[in-house]
């Protein structure tokens, strides 16, 4: 899922795509890339953001998402009723949903639908989040949801950690470290790790608190990887190319793992000689 900030203020790509003309260019780049989805947005969910009217948020993506639309799947990401409606009549079929409650306008108009997990507002999310236990309280809310959309109806419901959204860097890698029992219960798995703060955090060099946005692409790709492995369906980035050729290297990684660990409990001799596969 390639990102589309449509908007002057996202935290690392505000202003690129501000305009119709950049916008579609930087879609049509991003399917190049090897994009299956473009994830289009028109309000920013950085800490600290403050709202944006309905009618700029229509006029930011309609037109990007009707033009989008006839290439590739194109989801819309917001939070508003109104805003949803319009993206899926102007042809988005995906609701990328970072309030976890538009499950009710993904089962009338027959979309998909994502369930993000998020601790409060961006306005005031990263106010000193705090949980007892972050895997069990992250993983119930998102299940409960995705239970809630099935009954009214939705057919594709997704469901997505919300990296970053109300969590310090420690939630965000025990969330990561745990995807696996995500994935196992059985809702398919999106992740968006791309260029967020906590890699800044982990990046950043002597006396500086967190390296740049610019400087975040290697954690941006190994945290992708390693949600495609441990059982993420979909990871939304900003760096299309880079995150296509670690999905096209993980893909059979994650299929021969599949086959061997299916093989192992069958048969330890099925599995093949000793040493193959270990280079
Ligand atoms: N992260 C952002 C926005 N939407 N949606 C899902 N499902 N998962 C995410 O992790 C996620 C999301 C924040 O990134 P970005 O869109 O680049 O920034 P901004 O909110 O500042 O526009």
Redesign the pocket.
Not at 43 to 46: D, H
Not at 190 to 196: F, H, Y
């Given at each position: 899922?390639g990102?589309l900030?449509v908007?002057p203020?996202?935290?690392?790509?505000?202003g690129r795509y501000f305009d119709l003309e950049r916008a579609l260019a930087r879609g049509l780049e991003m399917i190049a890339e090897g994009a299956d989805v473009i994830?289009v947005?028109g309000?920013?969910?950085?800490p600290g953001?403050r709202p944006v009217p309905e009618a700029e948020e229509l006029r930011r993506v309609v037109p990007v998402i009707e033009a989008l639309a006839r290439h590739v799947r194109v989801s819309v990401?917001t939070t508003k009723p109104a805003v949803a409606e319009a993206a899926l009549s102007a042809g988005a079929t995906l609701l990328?949903?970072?309030s976890a409650s538009l499950w009710p306008v993904a089962a009338s108009c027959g979309a998909g639908w994502?369930a993000?997990h998020m601790r409060g507002t961006?306005g005031t999310m990263q106010d000193d989040p705090r949980y007892d236990d972050v895997v069990g309280e992250v993983h119930g809310f998102l299940i409960e949801r995705a239970r809630q959309a099935v009954e009214a109806g939705v057919r594709e419901v997704?469901v997505?950690?919300?990296?970053?959204?109300g969590k310090t860097a420690r939630h965000n890698l025990t969330l990561l470290h745990h995807l696996p029992v995500l994935a196992a219960s059985g809702f398919p798995v999106?992740?968006?790790?791309?260029?967020?703060g906590f890699l800044g955090l982990l990046a950043g060099g002597p006396g500086e608190e967190r390296a740049p946005v610019a400087q975040r692409l290697p954690g941006s790709i190994a945290t992708a990887t390693w949600a495609m492995l441990a059982g993420a369906a979909m990871v939304?980035v900003?760096d299309v190319a880079a995150a296509f050729q670690s999905a096209i290297l993980v893909g059979p990684a994650r299929l021969a793992s599949d086959v061997t660990s299916r093989a192992t409990r069958i048969s330890p001799a099925a599995v093949g000689p000793p040493g193959l596969g270990t280079r």
């Open positions: 899922m990102v900030n908007t203020d996202s935290f690392s790509d505000g994830d947005g309000e920013s969910s950085r953001a990401d990328n949903d970072i994502v993000m961006p997704w997505d950690p919300g990296i970053g959204f999106l992740v968006g790790t791309s260029r967020k939304r900003h």
